[in-house]
């Protein structure tokens, strides 16, 4: 990167009609990469997730309090649904964003909407995370023997 | 926009279906998402209430909303590969819409083991 080289037309244009003005910074260009990166990692995820909750052993049947704990007890499957939620629920909410942009039309609306999406959002990525790592396996209520 | 613009290769046409499909997928994956973690919080209630609400999504009705909800996602993921080789890939813009054929091609075949295997665990009850 030696040579700086101007943006097309941006010495001719008066600045007030210069789309490219770095107002709205780069936050736009870093939400549309990570829709495409967490997209990826998501597909990893979300499919691993569904294969080892529905398609192994008993499937749906076999899910129970004593399944969770047989996952959560592996790091490996701890990490793996902290990182599903904390993408999933990015992705989706950048996502919801877009849409209410599009069809919102009225600026109060957008604020309102757009407010009750990301106190959504917080609420459940926090409450997510706590579940994950304040699980306990032997809670009241848990009479199986290893919690004797 | 005018009748005059009917000529777009996009109004009207896949592209656009597929986007539609895109969005009500993503809105519904998202909803889903949050009374999920919901749902999964119980584990810190009691393993009562856990499996109390757990027992009721293990009846065929919910197991075809569960077929329908993994519907959603399998379409919006394979759809969103398509969209991610369209930008990033330099003959994407090229082949979008063999891909989007590949894409439904995949979904059907997916759809069909995964409904295979998830109703017969769950009509062949326990
Ligand atoms: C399974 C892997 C996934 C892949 C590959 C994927 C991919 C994508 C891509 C490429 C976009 C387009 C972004 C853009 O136009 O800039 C998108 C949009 C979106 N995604 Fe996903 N996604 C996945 C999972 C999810 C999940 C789990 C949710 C919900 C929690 C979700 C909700 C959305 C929403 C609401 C949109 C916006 C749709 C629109 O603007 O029309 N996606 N996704
Ligand atoms: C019908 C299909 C599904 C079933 C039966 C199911 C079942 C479960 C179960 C039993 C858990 C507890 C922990 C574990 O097993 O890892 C869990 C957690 C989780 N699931 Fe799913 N799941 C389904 C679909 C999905 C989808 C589509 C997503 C993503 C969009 C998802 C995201 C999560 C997340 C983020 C957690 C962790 C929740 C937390 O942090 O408290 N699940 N799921």
């Known amino acids: ?16 009609y210069n789309r490219a003005r770095k107002s709205r910074g780069s936050f736009e260009m870093v939400a549309w990469l990570f829709m495409r990166l967490s997209g990826v990692a998501l597909v990893v995820l979300i ?3 569904l294969f080892a909750n529905l398609m192994v052993g008993d499937g749906i049947n076999a899910i129970d309090f004593g399944f969770v704990a047989g996952k959560w007890a592996d790091p490996v499957w701890q990490f793996w649904d902290l990182a599903m939620l904390w993408l ?41 995370t706590l579940v994950i790592f304040t699980f306990d396996p032997c809670i009241a209520g848990n009479s199986i023997p290893a919690c004797q | 926009m005018s009748k005059a613009s009917s000529g777009t290769l996009y109004r ?17 994956i998202f909803l889903f998402l949050l009374v999920h973690v919901l749902d999964t919080s119980l584990v810190r209630v009691s393993p009562g209430a856990y499996d109390a609400v757990m027992s ?13 909800l993994v519907a959603a996602i399998v379409f919006h ?21 063999q891909m989007l054929w590949g894409v439904l091609a995949l ?9 295979i295997r998830h109703l017969s665990l769950a009509f062949g009850g326990h």
């Not at chain 1, 040579?3 to 007030?16: C, G, L």
């Not at chain 1, 950048?94 to 209410?100: H, W």
């Open chain 1, 1 to 16: 990167m030696s040579a700086d080289i101007a943006a097309p037309r941006s010495q001719r244009i008066d600045p007030k």
């Open chain 1, 47 to 49: 499919f691993g997730h």
């Open chain 1, 88 to 128: 999933a629920m990015l992705h989706g909410t950048n996502g919801v964003r877009t849409i209410i942009n599009d069809y919102a039309e009225k600026p109060a609306t957008r604020v309102w909407l757009k407010g009750i999406l990301y106190v959504a959002t917080i609420v459940i990525v926090v409450l997510g």
């Open chain 2, 12 to 28: 009207g046409h896949e592209g656009m279906w597929s986007w539609v499909g895109h969005r009500v997928t993503g809105v519904v």
């Open chain 2, 56 to 68: 009721t999504y293990k009846n065929p009705l919910m197991a075809l909303g569960e077929t329908a």
């Open chain 2, 77 to 97: 993921a394979f759809n969103g590969l398509r969209l991610i080789l369209v930008d990033f890939w330099k003959s994407g813009t090229k082949y979008h819409r």
């Open chain 2, 107 to 115: 979904w059907v075949i997916t759809m069909v083991a995964f409904s």
